[in-house]
């Protein structure tokens, strides 16, 4: 189809863009009149879901956004928290959910470009990313072809942009079938007096266009990112945008040493939506106008129209309001760094959002409105059916070994060395702890003991049976994660991927994943700061489960002191640290039962936050006092998958002494999901009754499970099982599925 601005408006088109009815009134009633055809694509990309939040911005206005350490929350590119010593560290998760489940490669590598541009745009140099990754059952036929194309993509932009990959998660479920999902999340470090934001100020002033040249790839990607799929999914991979991970390393480097010069009044990286969002945002933030005329935007095609400029999501591109006196010195700078650098509009006094083309003017409409007066709905909702508190499970237990090394060898709990050895972990040469641990911990540069600790986390199976609780969890549960290193958490992201927000079962799912997130980051005083909200993740009217993720940052004042999991040496003291008085009794929803009795009922544990807080504070003190030689959070697989974890990553087995009971019982203990459970060793007899004595003055369970020894973990009465034999088990499936894996 031509995209000439003559086309008329029909109501073909309109819903073609995303847009009802209501919301075309809408537009009429804003502008007096019938938009142009260029001013039609410009609503639809500030109008969609994906860039107005406009199901769920009311919901997010209810998270906690605000601390002692936060220096920028919610609403700019990525949010900043204070570390002290006039450095903050800048952070940010976005999807890029629909573009990478129709072009593996290109999707996930311009997810992880965008989260990186996100990042420097604020005056960051990036020293962290994670992945969190979501496919569908391993035997589904497209499901290896994802993985490795997904893999491929986000190790080939972070290699070659040269940003360590510190942590992150892969999972398996059917319900990602049609629709996975590829989370990407990126630090820096910025100084506190040197943080740059979008907003424009002054009038005349020049906007000018920085880094690759436009092109027509992801013309529409916002808006694609804003509908759920069908059987003509193929359709839409035009709307994948094409990354250059070498020409964002330049645009890098040219944006730092342009921020240093003075020469920036604010600054926004083109995302979604490309040049109009980017414009509109500049402007509305300001208080301002924008005109730009699109004839001196650099094109690396042919007879580009309006509509195809405003609305292409092509990469590594920034606009940038410049002080006049700086331009000649600005445009050296990327000129030496071989990247565009044109003047393609000012600002203005009016409120207006004027394009020019071709000396005609081909959109003229309300700055203030086009994000301001977006749609925002109120919709309906529905509370989920419950599930039982406890768990039947019918049929006959196997014994402890056999379980743990199935477990280990499952999709749901096998190692991920596959997928992160194709990462850089190292470049840049800080990175402490690689992904296998509890959290990714990078030293902060130039300072002589400060390093800043990683983790994303979410449990899908516990938030589709009780969103509220497992929105709880994610927090909790990334919370742990730091902590289990020593690190203080000090704030998070997060990326909220759901179904269809018009079906009330799945805005359900939505309001009451937020209100747990909110309740948990409230108690334990770990903000929001930043975020992305991706809906519509469904095919066919079936929705991926609901996957609330969390990205958490923690700092360590020292981090010659932070902990590990793996065991520290023989003969040590291992204890299990919790608020209740068995080791571990929950079941339902929990890997084991899913995995053995094929169980998926049952309510998934419930999350007590003040004592999550109580046992977090006190984990975190023994650490930064050696008072323990090793760390590690229990979750997925419970209390035997936490132990073989440990002896894995370090050689060293253990045996774990266990009162009688009978088979339920014992995996209840061994394999329950219970929350705010943490296992250490302690070196001496001495120290572990130092930690006894201490839990017990705050009213905490302190649990003497065995000790370290030997090369065999040996639970209970079970087999002793080598540490190589587990680490067989545990390395071996992904291996195994990846095999002669399909061409990407």
Known sequence: ????????????????????????????????????????????????????????????RTLPTKGPRVIQGPGENAGVVDIGDGNAVVFKMESHNHPSYIEPYQGAATGVGGILRD?????????????????????????????????????GYGNSFGVPTVGGEVNFDARYNGNCLVNAFAAGLAKTDAIFYSKAEGIGLPVVYLGAKTGRDGVGGATMASAEFDDKIEEKRPTVQVGDPFTEKCLLEACLEL?????????????????????????????????????????????????????????????????????????????????????????????RFR??????????????????????????WRMPRRHPDRVELAGEHPSLDDALLKLLDSPHLSSRRWVWEQYDTLI?????????????????????????????????????????????????????????????????????????????????????AIKGIGEACEELAFPIVSGNVSLYNETNGVAIMPTPTIGGVGLIPDWSKMARIGFAGEGQTILLISAQQEWGTHLGQS?????????????????????????????????????????????????????????????????????????????ERFFGEDQARYVMTAETQEAAETVRRRAEELGLAVHTLGTTSGASLKLADARAIPVDELKAAHEGWFPRFMRNEIEY
């Open 119 to 155: 990042v420097f745009t604020m005056g960051a140099r990036p020293i962290a990313a994670m992945n969190a990754l979501r496919f569908g059952e391993p035997d589904h036929p497209k499901t290896k072809h994802l993985v490795a194309g997904v893999v491929a993509g986000v190790g």
């Open 428 to 512: 840049q040469g800080n990175s402490l702890q690689i992904p296998g641990g509890d959290a990714g911990v990078v030293r902060v540069e130039g300072h002589e003991s400060k390093a800043l600790a990683f983790s994303s986390d979410v449990t899908p199976r516990y938030c589709e049976a009780d969103p509220y609780e497992g929105g709880k969890q994610a927090v909790a549960e990334c919370w742990r994660n730091l902590s289990a290193t020593g690190a203080e958490p000090l704030a998070a992201t997060d990326n909220l991927n759901f179904g269809n927000p018009e079906r009330a079962e799945i805005m359900g799912q939505l309001v009451l």
């Open 355 to 380: 394009i020019l083309h071709q000396g005609e003017e081909v959109a003229n409409l309300p700055i203030k409105e086009l994000g301001d007066e977006a749609p925002e709905y109120d919709r309906p």
């Open 1 to 60: 189809m031509s995209l000439r601005n003559d086309i008329p408006i029909s109501d073909e088109l309109i819903a073609a863009h995303g847009l009802k009815p209501d919301e075309y009134q809408r537009i009429l009633d804003l502008i007096g009149r019938e938009p142009s055809f260029t001013e039609l694509g410009i609503f639809s990309a500030m109008w969609n879901e994906h860039c107005s939040y406009k199901s769920s911005k009311r919901w997010l």
């Open 259 to 351: 921020m240093a010069s003075g020469a920036v009044i604010a600054i926004q990286d083109m995302g979604a939506a490309g040049l109009t969002c980017s414009a509109v945002e500049m402007g509305a933030k300001g208080d301002l106008g924008i005109e730009l005329d699109l004839d001196k935007v650099p094109v690396r095609e042919e007879r580009m129209t309006a509509y195809e400029m405003m609305l292409s999501e092509s990469q590594e591109r920034m606009l940038m309001v410049l002080r006049p006196e700086k331009e000649e010195e600005a445009e050296a700078i990327f000129r030496k760094w071989g990247l565009d650098f044109a003047i393609v509009g000012k600002t203005t006094d009016d409120l």
């Open 591 to 667: 890997i084991y039962a899913r995995e053995y009795f094929q169980n998926t009922e049952g309510a998934p544990p419930q999350v007590d936050l003040k004592v999550e807080r109580k046992v977090g504070d006190f984990v975190r003190a023994l650490i930064r006092e050696s008072k323990i030689t090793a760390c590690h959070d229990c979750s997925d697989g419970g209390l035997a998958v936490a132990l073989a974890e440990m002896a894995m990553a370090s050689g060293i087995g253990a045996a774990i002494e266990a009162p009688a009971g009978s088979a339920l019982q014992l995996a």
